[in-house]
T-cell receptor, first 108, second 114 residues
Framework: GQSLEQPSEVTAVEGAIVQINCTYQ??????LSWYQQHDGGAPTFLSY????GLEETGRFSSFLSRSDSYGYLLLQELQMKDSASYFC?????????FGTGTRLQVFP | ETGVTQSPTHLIKTRGQQVTLRCSSQ?????VSWYQQALGQGPQFIFQ???????GRGNFPPRFSGLQFPNYSSELNVNALELDDSALYLC?????????????FGQGTRLTVV
């Protein structure tokens, strides 16, 4: 089967750093993506890792270890607007396979 | 805003009916993928269209079908609606077919089957 595991919920305060982990087991793998989705909104692309290592985009960074079938999203200098659901997604040839999502709540 | 538009935004249908959802892809994109997102879950891949041809299908029954038009807009059709079809239906546009790394999602169509 195909599965992606991530924590269901994470809470943090403004200014803090949060790491959301993702482990995956899929039959095909091109890379690992991360998407953000606010309540009632569309998923929006955050980052993509096709190779092992760290990708940095502003306050957000993403890491991939293909040998461990593991990745994480690191959010720094948290802001209230970062409260949303975060999905890891495996890119498998023609499709994205999404995890069940991690709901991040940022408190003042 | 991603430039991907979906219509309608909300829809209520009765069990057994048929529904058509529409998606206009972002300018320059030739690939459209459809996803179903149940409440509290991640999006599930339904199928993808690349240059008007189906280019991959997820684990959905044949009553889920689609089309892509020459302008790369797309339709999702669902026949014989079931209560479990109630979900947010998302369209994602991208360029290049298999292996494209970034998908741009529309706001979705919220379908309720009663």
């Amino acid at each position: 089967g195909q599965s992606l595991e991530q924590p269901s919920e994470v809470t943090a305060v403004e200014g803090a750093i949060v790491q959301i982990n993702c482990t995956y087991q899929t039959s095909g793998f091109y890379g690992l993506s991360w998407y953000q989705q606010h309540d009632g909104g569309a998923p929006t692309f955050l980052s993509y890792n096709g190779l092992d290592g760290l990708e940095e985009t502003g306050r957000f960074s993403s890491f991939l270890s293909r040998s461990d079938s593991y990745g994480y999203l690191l959010l720094q200098e948290l802001q209230m607007k970062d409260s949303a659901s975060y999905f890891c997604a495996v890119l498998n040839t023609d499709k994205l396979i999404f995890g069940t999502g991690t709901r991040l709540q940022v408190f003042p | 805003e991603t430039g991907v538009t979906q219509s309608p935004t909300h829809l209520i249908k009765t069990r057994g009916q048929q529904v058509t959802l529409r998606c206009s892809s972002q300018s320059g994109h030739n690939t459209v993928s459809w996803y179903q997102q149940a409440l509290g879950q991640g999006p599930q891949f339904i199928f993808q269209y690349y240059r008007e041809e189906e280019n991959g299908r997820g684990n959905f029954p044949p009553r889920f079908s689609g089309l892509q038009f020459p302008n790369y807009s797309s339709e999702l059709n669902v026949n014989a609606l079931e209560l479990d079809d109630s979900a947010l239906y998302l369209c994602a546009s991208s360029f290049g077919g298999s292996g494209n790394t970034e998908a741009f999602f529309g706001q979705g169509t919220r379908l309720t089957v009663v």
